[in-house]
């Protein structure tokens, strides 16, 4: 069985980066840093397996180094109880870099990047670059740890605008109303969340909380008159 029909029948879908860095060459090495959700070490290790067998199986990397950071439940806990029934998980692997896997999480933790796996590949070109090297290592992972950033932001932002329709659509008249009739179709904002244009999407959340206001104040003046 070849390594892609391996992962292809595996009970969960491949793993999917969100984000890939730019090439960093320098004296014939490259680096490339790609980042993962993972909210276990599992899903940690199958994302690096997945960047060794499936994506670089034609191109080994010389080194596929790793770190992954998760928030997981305390043994005994079941969430309800706040903050405090959670822990972080966090790891690393050099894969024969030397310090390099901690390089990788120093650089996750300053950017808070949590339920994520870096794995940051090296061609090895045949000159010793000394610790420079680290310095390559850092910066692929501080880009696709700050694409990440951004990609949570646009799905906390999207998420709040979904709640925020739903809200203005139970303030409107429904369908049994004269003007109205089906059911109310659903906003599609998968373009929005591909721009990442989170600018954008904060503007959209601030119109949306300025209907809900008009329409409740406009509810609560018909009210009063009624009354």
């Known amino acids: 069985m070849s390594n892609l029909d391996a992962f292809v029948t595996h009970a969960l879908p491949l793993p999917e980066p969100l984000a890939t860095s730019a090439e960093i060459e320098d004296r014939q090495s490259t680096f490339v840093a790609y980042i993962f959700r993972a909210s276990t070490a599992q899903q940690a290790r199958a994302a690096h397996t997945h960047v060794r067998k499936v994506l670089h199986a034609k191109r080994p990397a010389s080194h596929e180094i790793m770190a992954w950071r998760c928030m997981v439940l305390k043994e005994g806990r079941t969430g309800l109880g706040g903050d405090g029934d959670f822990k972080i998980e966090e790891g690393s692997e050099d894969d024969n870099e030397q310090w390099a896997g ?10 808070a990047a949590m339920d994520a ?3 940051v590949s090296r061609w090895y070109g045949g000159i010793m670059l000394g610790p420079v090297r680290f310095t390559h290592i850092q910066d692929c992972t501080r880009e696709v740890c700050q694409a990440f950033r951004v990609e949570d932001e646009m799905q906390d932002c999207i998420s709040t605008l979904t709640s925020l329709d739903d809200i203005l659509a139970s303030l409107q008249p429904g369908p049994s109303q004269p003007g109205r009739s089906g059911k109310r179709d ?14 954008k999407a ?10 809900i206001n008009s329409v409740k ?7 009063a008159k009624r009354g």
């Not at 901690?102 to 950017?111: A, P």
């Not at 659903?186 to 600018?199: G, H, N, T």
């Not at 959209?204 to 209907?211: G, N, T, V």
């Not at 104040?217 to 009210?223: K, V």
């Open 102 to 111: 901690g390089h990788v999480l120093k650089v996750m933790r300053s950017e």
């Open 117 to 119: 796996v870096v794995v």
């Open 186 to 199: 659903k906003k599609d904002y998968k373009a929005l969340q591909e721009s990442l244009d989170v600018a």
């Open 202 to 211: 904060k503007r959209l959340i601030s119109a949306r909380e300025k209907a």
């Open 217 to 223: 104040a406009l509810i609560g003046e018909a009210n």
